[in-house]
Each structure stands twice: as C-alpha cells, then as structure tokens.
C-alpha cells in the first residue's frame, strides 16, 4: 500500500460535517469516586478485541471528567436507549448535576449501571494511549450485559435518532419519498 505524500489539511467544519456522516452510538461512561458518581457522554465506543476481551473510547485532551475515571481505574460503558437523550443531554453538561435525578445501580466493580440503558460492559482500565487532541482509552471487560431491547441512540448528521427512524429516514430518501 502506497502512503500519502504528504498530509491533507481540511478546515475543521468540514472535517465534522464529512465524518457525521457515520453514525455513532452514544455511550454514557460512568465510575464512581467514593460514594460520588462520576460520568461523561462519549461518541466513539467500539470493541477492540475478544481474547483478550477488549473495548475502547475516546475523549477529548481537555475533558474534566477523564481524569477522575483515569484515577478511579474502572468505568462502566452505557449504551443508552433511544428513548434517553434527555439523559445524553443532562450527562453532556458542565458541572456535577450530570446525575440528578438518573436512576442507576452498583456493578460488582463499582461503576454505575444506569436504568434503561440497551447495554453496559464493566472495565477496568487497561491502557490510554495520547493520540492528536483526543485519549484512547482501551478497558479490559470484567462484566457486560444486555439491559433491554429497546433501540440504541444514535447521533448522526448533528442529530440524535435511533436506529428504526434513521433507517427509515435513509430509506425514503433513497426512494424518493
């Protein structure tokens, strides 16, 4: 395979209007300090490896929550449903009201399992790894779950859906209506 020459430069804006053409899962990643729930809203979630059983994030370098789930070692990754963008909203917040009101339970790993989320997977944290403005963090599972079934949120195109409606959004599009 041939490498560039040299690196594209691409403004900003149209780097984000190009890659919300992909569709993202939105993934509440929680943990706990003390008694204190601690939690942020992340775009990227993905499964990095199944032996070892491996998943992975990325949040921005200035991120004020990253730090804490860093020290606390351990996170629970939260699918929400697409019935919780209140909760995408309220956990995307600045400042520590992030949980007022959020029904969640305890993990066996001390990470906060919140209510009527699609899925969750329990990590303790395996590596981050500095990449442009953003941290990877890979996380090796020690629990995971399928909470409900109801349909994943998904954030496309600057929106947030679900997946029956964006189908069916896509799919009329195509057709012409």
């Not at 697409?82 to 001390?110: I, N, P, T, Y």
Request: hydrophobic share 40%.
């Amino acid at each position: 395979m041939n490498e560039p020459d040299t690196v594209a430069e691409f403004e900003a804006r149209y780097l984000r209007d190009v890659l919300g053409n992909f569709p993202t899962s939105v993934v509440a990643v929680t943990t706990t300090m003390g008694d204190e729930p601690v939690g942020m809203v992340v775009g990227s979630f993905t499964s990095v490896s199944l032996d070892p059983p491996l998943v992975s994030f990325l949040v921005d370098r200035s991120s004020s929550t990253l730090p804490r789930i860093l020290e606390a070692g351990r996170f629970c990754a939260n699918a929400l449903a697409s019935d919780q963008e209140w909760l995408c909203r309220q956990m995307s917040k600045k400042g520590a009201a992030r949980f007022e009101g959020v029904a969640w339970e305890m993990s066996r790993h001390q990470n906060p399992i919140l209510e009527g989320v699609v899925a969750w997977v329990d990590c303790a944290i395996d590596k981050t790894v500095e990449l442009g403005d953003h941290f990877l963090v890979v996380g090796r599972i020690g629990d995971l779950n399928v909470a409900s079934v109801k349909r994943p949120l998904l954030f496309f195109r600057g929106g947030y859906g679900d997946y029956t409606s964006t189908a069916q959004l896509l799919l009329d599009s195509h057709l012409g209506r």
